[in-house]
């Protein structure tokens, strides 16, 4: 008998299945997508050497590192609707080569100015590319178990590519100049610019209706605040100027969430949030992508200035974690598609993620091991969690909003990270100026990177005693993030469990 409070969508027939083509072209979306999440970080060993090439003020070099992120974030929407009304491929193209000639404007620029254009040039790519795949991958894998799996490749790539960017351009630029991080673009974009064509379907909405052009600076004017605020309150603490530059953001968000309800043709369709599903999907993606970037801002720290490891050996024991990541994924679809419920293999993996933050309550001030162990953990629950979102949120959405879907859940993903990094940020933040003695210097108390400054100034024991507060203190601001993440991530298993457990997509061979 059929759940009557199921939501089913119902799958073509089996003939449908994809073959080796598609599996293919996989294969060749994967390489951009890779690199895009790689930029996120590629340039983490490369600044000192652009730096000192560049001579880039210190706005300049701010910008350097966040325009790539911000031009993503507020772009993604209104690619992932052009794609649906002009062809997800030739979206897909389009940015493949525009990235690609911003990465050989970027690897040569002579002045701050040229590479700070390129970095947007290469946001605007970015905004295009990581709609568009997952919008491709709703159109190539019909059928929902091997769409199921594609998507969970999908969601261990993009979440691996963060940590191997830093890896990269720290061996690249051990070896070669500091443009070499962008030129490692080019075979990846050439490769899908001469095959896409052949291995790619074209996918659009057959009645898009005009686009809404109002809608687009809308979008950004809530995307972009929002996440500059956040971020900058996260590294600056509550300062008067992020706090409005979040609430500016929040008033065009209501704005924009007006507009696409009053629209003839919305960038994005209010109907996507009442398919049931749609609406948990995002707001959980949400909260994983805070646990997972509230983490990544501790564990980087904890490795490098309370463990003193170099940042390339910090990175390349982040990359540890990966091998966890790389199993998650298949092992949570394998789940589904023997009978699982959905809800509940959510809800697990936010549990995990849950528990890995735990195991950071537990580390001390030389816990290498336990501190990889529990940032793998936490890593596994978010591509258990993400891949399973993704899945559901494409598979309830009309294929023909398959972009508009995507560059949604995209969206939910850029506040979430934004959003964990401020308020466990300043949660770890917070601890550590409890905890830091009194009598230490000024600058000790502000940051940990203050403390270890003034202490390698400081004579013999003075120095060494401050030192060792300083990392006792950071420690113990990790703690106290990592028991308020836990009780988040904690909640958001018991929403999964409760939302999306009637929730079952249908596969081909029932």
Not at 171 to 184: A, I
Not at 316 to 321: E, R, V
Not at 414 to 424: K, Q, T, Y
Not at 434 to 454: D, Y
């Amino acid at each position: 008998m059929t759940n009557p409070t199921s939501t089913t969508t119902t799958a073509p027939p089996a003939k449908a299945r994809a073959g080796r083509r598609e599996w293919t072209a996989l294969g060749v979306l994967m390489l951009p997508l890779l690199l895009v999440s790689m930029d996120v970080s590629v340039l983490y060993f490369a600044i000192p050497a652009i730096s000192a090439d560049l001579q880039p003020s210190s706005t300049q070099q701010l910008w350097i590192f966040d325009i790539y992120g911000f031009v993503l974030a507020g772009l993604l929407m209104t690619m992932g609707s052009l794609g649906d009304r002009f062809g997800r491929r030739r979206l897909l193209l389009t940015g493949a080569a525009a990235f690609g000639a911003a990465s050989v404007l970027a690897a040569y620029a002579n002045s701050a100015e040229t590479l700070i254009a390129a970095r947007a040039v290469l946001g605007i790519g970015g905004a295009t590319l990581m709609p568009s795949t997952m919008a491709l991958l709703r159109t190539m894998f019909t059928d929902p178990g091997q769409r199921a799996k594609a998507i969970g490749l999908w969601s261990g790539v993009m979440t691996g590519g963060i940590a191997l960017g830093s890896v990269m351009s720290g061996v690249l630029v051990e070896h070669f100049w500091w443009g070499s991080v962008f030129l490692v673009n080019l075979p990846a974009m050439l490769l899908l610019l001469a095959l896409g064509p052949v291995l790619l379907p074209e996918s659009r909405s057959a009645n898009p209706g005009r686009f809404d052009w109002v809608s687009v600076p809308l979008s950004m004017a809530a995307v972009l605040p929002v996440i500059y605020g956040l971020k900058e309150i996260a590294s600056e603490g509550r300062h008067v100027p992020y706090v409005v530059s979040v609430a500016a953001g929040l008033l065009f968000a209501a704005l924009f969430v007006h507009r696409q309800r009053t629209a003839a043709s919305p960038l994005i369709s209010p109907a996507l949030f009442r398919a049931r599903g749609f609406t948990p999907s995002v707001v959980l993606t949400l909260v994983s992508a805070f646990g997972m970037m509230g983490s990544a801002l501790f564990t980087t720290q904890y490795l490098q200035s309370v463990l003193g490891k170099s940042p390339l050996q910090a990175a390349l024991w982040s990359l540890l974690p990966s091998v966890l990541i790389g199993v998650a994924g298949p092992v949570t679809t394998q789940l589904v598609q023997k009978g699982a419920n959905r809800g509940y293999v959510v809800a697990t993996g936010f549990a995990v993620s849950a528990a890995g933050y735990g195991m950071l309550v537990l580390t001390g001030t030389d816990s290498l091991w336990l501190t990889l162990a529990a940032a793998g953990v936490l890593a596994s629950g978010v591509v258990m969690v993400m891949s399973q979102l993704s899945d559901l949120a494409l598979s309830t959405a009309p294929v023909e909003e398959a972009g508009a879907a995507s560059s949604v859940m995209e969206t939910g993903t850029e506040f979430g990270g934004a959003l964990g990094m401020a308020v466990l940020g300043s949660i770890g933040t917070a601890v550590y100026r409890h905890e830091i003695p009194a009598s230490a210097p000024a600058p000790a108390h502000e940051t940990l990177g203050g403390a270890l400054a003034v202490a390698h100034g400081m004579p013999g024991r003075a120095g060494a005693e401050l030192l060792a507060a300083a990392r006792e203190a950071f420690t113990t601001g990790m703690h106290g993030a990592a028991i308020a993440a836990t009780v988040v991530l904690a909640g958001a298993a018991a929403l999964a469990a409760r939302s999306l457990r009637g929730i079952h997509v249908r596969n081909a061979q029932e």
